[in-house]
């Protein structure tokens, strides 16, 4: 897993969330932000959604972005393609439904139709000299046997991407691998794989991707997107810092992470979740006794991501009843106070039994240690 990118899609699954709306300067500066970060691909919703879409489209166009290319994702279409390749794009993402249940209930069309259309837009886009990539929507429930022909045809005409999508959610990593793995041995492009995340498997489905030769990963800021949304860019980040740390810190910028984030969901009016990868509240928190004693000794103990690098901090929660010791001693020594170990048991037998009534502060932790410095030091205790 090396040398994978990032085609991130805010700007277009992230538009489909349910309480997206951006408004072009909203959509100016995520895409500055994203650029800053270091992805290597944004994709931008279709010229052909509406008006305001391809107006901004051409807009972001002409940010003059540093690094990252600017894609937009059509239908296959020839009537979506003119538009979309006078936008100022770096590339089209075409996609068509595949499985039975989009080519009877969607859009009605049979594989024969979907490889001639595909033939023509591709051609087309080509001819304009931008990149292309082919995907089939609902990959997981379409026909093996159509899927491997028509990316074995579009290959051929030389797109620079085919792509699987889990449109609904369903697959698990075993079958990601699988059929990514099957698809590896039948076109020479590269590899995209898009994943939703309706039974939570949209980060570890990215990853069976990665391990079984897909190239480029779909992602969002916090996962937003149509239903529950797809695998987020944090939760990506946080999985290849584990699998692939060297690769992750040279080509990202990790610390903007958190304001990315933040600058999203300000937008669509959410809430950073409690539990987020990385820059959830409780990301870095330590609280029981044994943990909070091992951190405070060497953190890899229990985290296996550094939160400096990703400009977090750690934090060591003491005024609870599963409070220890060694994580009071290390908050009496921070304050400068001077208890011996004895007094520093002495003082977290009292915080234990306050907290068994309700959870301490950090401020109450501290009054208590403060009055029971004092209190030594005075003689009355
Ligand atoms: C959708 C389309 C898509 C496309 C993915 C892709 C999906 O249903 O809105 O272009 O690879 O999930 O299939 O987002
Ligand atoms: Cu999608």
């Known amino acids: 897993t090396s040398n994978w990118k ?29 650029d800053d970060f270091g992805v290597e691909y944004i994709e931008l919703t279709s010229p052909a959604a509406s008006p305001e879409s391809r107006a901004h489209c051409e807009a972001i166009c002409k940010l003059g972005l540093k690094k990252t290319k600017i894609l937009t994702h059509i239908r296959c279409h020839m009537d979506d393609a003119r538009l979309a390749v006078e936008t100022g794009v770096d590339g089209v993402d075409v996609v068509i439904g595949t499985s039975s249940f989009l080519r009877e209930h969607s859009h009605g069309k049979d594989m024969a139709w979907i490889t001639k259309t595909a033939i ?59 059929l990514v ?29 990665l391990e079984a030769g897909a190239t480029h990963i779909d992602t969002s800021v916090l996962g937003i997107g149509e239903r529950n949304g797809i ?18 810190k040279a080509k990202y910028n990790l610390p903007m992470l958190r304001e990315i984030e933040n600058l999203v969901a300000e937008a669509v009016e959410i809430q950073v979740p409690f539990n987020n990868y990385i820059t959830g509240f409780c990301a870095f928190t330590h609280k029981a006794g044994i943990h909070a004693k091992a951190i405070l000794a060497n953190p890899s103990t229990y985290e296996i991501l550094n939160p400096s690098d990703f400009g977090m901090t750690r934090y060591v929660s003491i005024g609870h009843r599963l409070t220890g010791w060694n994580a009071v001693k290390s908050r009496v020594e921070q304050l400068n106070l001077n208890l011996n170990d004895e007094q520093v048991k002495d003082a977290t037998a009292k915080i234990k039994e306050l907290a068994d009534v309700r959870t301490q502060s950090m401020e109450d932790v501290d009054m208590i240690l403060r009055v029971y410095h004092t209190g030594i030091h005075s003689g009355d205790l």
């Open 120 to 178: 023509e837009v591709i051609e087309f886009v080509k001819s304009k000299g931008i990149e292309i990539r082919f995907s089939s929507e609902d990959s997981f429930r379409s026909e093996l046997p159509d899927l491997l022909s028509i990316y074995r045809t579009v290959d051929k005409i030389g797109v620079n991407r085919v792509g699987v999508a889990d449109t609904v959610g369903c697959a698990d990593p075993r079958q990601v691998y699988d």
């Open 231 to 248: 695998t987020p860019l944090g939760g990506l980040i946080a999985r290849m810092m584990v699998a692939d740390p060297d690769y992750v």
């Open 6 to 34: 990032i085609i991130e899609s805010t700007l277009r699954e992230g538009e489909q969330f349910a309480n997206a709306f951006f408004t072009l300067e909203t959509k100016i500066k995520i895409a500055k932000m994203l």
């Open 181 to 209: 793995r099957t698809l590896r041995g039948v076109v020479s492009c590269d590899i995209e794989t898009h994943f939703h995340n309706d039974t939570g498997c949209a980060i570890a489905n990215a990853y069976a991707a």
